[in-house]
T-cell receptor, first 112, second 116 residues
Framework: KAGVTQTPRYLIKTRGQQVTLSCSPI?????VSWYQQTPGQGLQFLFE???????NKGNFPGRFSGRQFSNSRSEMNVSTLELGDSALYLC???????????FGSGTRLTVV | AQSVTQLGSHVSVSEGALVLLRCNYS??????LFWYVQYPNQGLQLLLK??????LVKGINGFEAEFKKSETSFHLTKPSAHMSDAAEYFC??????????????FGGGTRLMVKP
């Protein structure tokens, strides 16, 4: 069965711009979470969506937002990009209440 | 608040030697514990997980981990390292579950190097 699909794989943006990343979960998975990975801060939780509702949120500024559609696909948006937003953004999906996520390959965002 | 500490950001072993990657956690409730592996330019792959039940958990690629509540540890082991095991390994904890959702807290990672 298909895994978690993230698009695009690579992205280069300029400071001040905004960006939208997409995530398609495994079929049947209704929980989608987003993580940011940087060399300095490691892996940090951004937010989790379940049935189109944000269920949990990490400690990130309001420039980071997300949403989930009725087919469980999710997008995250970062507005007014800063250099420090350069990172690998990982999406993961899981069954409700299950232990363990399946991660996508990530979107590598570079802000210049 | 939950937290995870991985002792040793870099571990080097010889091919065929024992692999031991250490993970200690703190959690206010019985945790779910995970080990993930990440190869260069890829996402995270689940190696194994502990939720409830047997404290010795077997995973993929010959890895296993033991949940020790008294020591708040969940160390990852493999009897014999292979060159293909070279990667970065992350321990993670979640004290949510069921209807409360999923949220993982990760350790800083351990880069495993395997020498021929």
């Amino acid at each position: 069965k298909a895994g978690v699909t993230q698009t695009p794989r690579y992205l280069i943006k300029t400071r001040g711009q905004q960006v939208t990343l997409s995530c398609s979960p495994i079929s049947g998975h209704r929980s989608v979470s987003w993580y940011q990975q940087t060399p300095g801060q490691g892996l940090q939780f951004l937010f989790e969506y379940f049935s189109e509702t944000q269920r949990n949120k990490g400690n990130f500024p309001g420039r980071f937002s997300g949403r989930q559609f009725s087919n469980s696909r999710s997008e995250m948006n970062v507005s007014t990009l800063e250099l420090g937003d350069s990172a690998l953004y990982l999406c993961a999906s899981s069954l409700p209440g299950a232990g363990g996520y399946t991660f996508g390959s990530g979107t590598r965002l570079t802000v210049v | 608040a939950q937290s995870v500490t991985q002792l040793g950001s870099h571990v080097s072993v010889s091919e065929g030697a024992l692999v031991l990657l250490r993970c200690n956690y703190s959690s206010s409730v019985p945790p779910y514990l995970f080990w993930y592996v990440q190869y260069p330019n890829q996402g995270l792959q689940l190696l194994l997980k502990y939720t409830t039940g047997a404290t010795l958990v077997k995973g993929i690629n010959g890895f296993e981990a033991e949940f020790k509540k008294s020591e708040t540890s969940f160390h990852l082991t493999k009897p014999s390292a292979h060159m293909s095991d070279a990667a970065e390994y992350f321990c993670a904890v979640s004290d949510l579950g069921g209807n409360a959702g999923n949220m993982l807290t990760f350790g800083g990672g351990t880069r495993l190097m395997v020498k021929p």
